[in-house]
């Protein structure tokens, strides 16, 4: 079985629905979506290790994006009432944090080394992140950023890869990815 063949069958015995490889070269920083981490809605601007500005300018991202020549986007979702669900829509980003991390390290079981997982939405692995109080991150090795946080259209990606973009009232999706 290739790389991208062992990837979909571990992600769907983990619960992961949509498993699509890509060419890692969709990804394209811009500066409009980092506009809106700017404009700091959720509140983790320079307040989260895995978020704009301590995550890298989008140049700097570009670059490092460029190491990669596969990737796998992944869909985890699960029934919720949205809005209204908080503790459920964290609970949800939590596992699909989780899934990813356990992907990671089967692939680094299979000898793949270079590996970068994100998640879907802001690492929320700690309950208040230590960027905020300037202490080191507890979980550095754990901890990853979102494809939102790289200033990466997703709902552009998802529509590009033909892939369903509308929220829905009735259940959480969290959009995500592996490069190799």
């Not at 079985?1 to 070269?25: H, N, Q, V, Y």
């Given at each position: 079985?290739?790389?991208?063949?062992?990837?979909?069958?571990?992600?769907?015995?983990?619960?992961?629905?949509?498993?699509?490889?890509?060419?890692?070269?969709l990804l394209v920083p811009e500066?409009?979506?980092?506009?809106?981490?700017?404009?700091?809605?959720?509140?983790?601007?320079?307040?989260?290790?895995m978020c704009p500005p301590v995550?890298?300018?989008?140049?700097?991202?570009?670059?490092?994006?460029?190491?990669?020549?596969?990737?796998?986007?992944?869909?985890?979702?699960?029934?919720?009432?949205?809005?209204?669900?908080?503790?459920?829509?964290?609970?949800?980003?939590?596992?699909?944090?989780?899934?990813?991390?356990?992907?990671?390290?089967?692939?680094?079981?299979?000898?793949?080394?270079?590996?970068?997982?994100?998640?879907?939405?802001?690492?929320?692995?700690?309950?208040?992140?230590?960027?905020?109080?300037?202490?080191?991150?507890?979980?550095?090795?754990?901890?990853?950023?979102?494809?939102?946080?790289?200033a990466i259209d997703v709902l552009?990606?998802?529509?590009?890869?033909?892939?369903?973009?509308?929220?829905?009232?009735?259940?959480?999706?969290?959009?995500?990815?592996?490069?190799?």
């Open positions: 079985m290739d790389t991208i063949g062992f990837i979909t069958a571990s992600a769907r015995e983990l619960e992961i629905k949509t498993c699509l490889g890509f060419d890692p070269r500066p409009r979506i980092r506009h809106f981490c700017h404009q700091n809605k959720c509140g983790n601007f320079g307040a989260n290790y995550i890298g300018s989008p140049r700097e991202i570009e670059l490092r994006l460029r190491g990669f020549s596969r990737g796998v986007l992944l869909q985890y979702s699960r029934p919720l009432v949205l809005p209204g669900d908080a503790e459920g829509v964290k609970q949800a980003k939590l596992e699909f944090h989780h899934k990813v991390l356990e992907l990671e390290a089967l692939l680094r079981g299979k000898g793949l080394t270079g590996l970068w997982g994100l998640i879907g939405g802001s690492c929320e692995l700690c309950d208040v992140c230590k960027a905020a109080t300037d202490e080191p991150c507890p979980r550095p090795e754990e901890a990853r950023p979102s494809l939102e946080a790289l552009g990606l998802l529509d590009r890869l033909g892939l369903d973009s509308e929220f829905n009232p009735d259940r959480i999706t969290w959009t995500g990815c592996i490069l190799l």
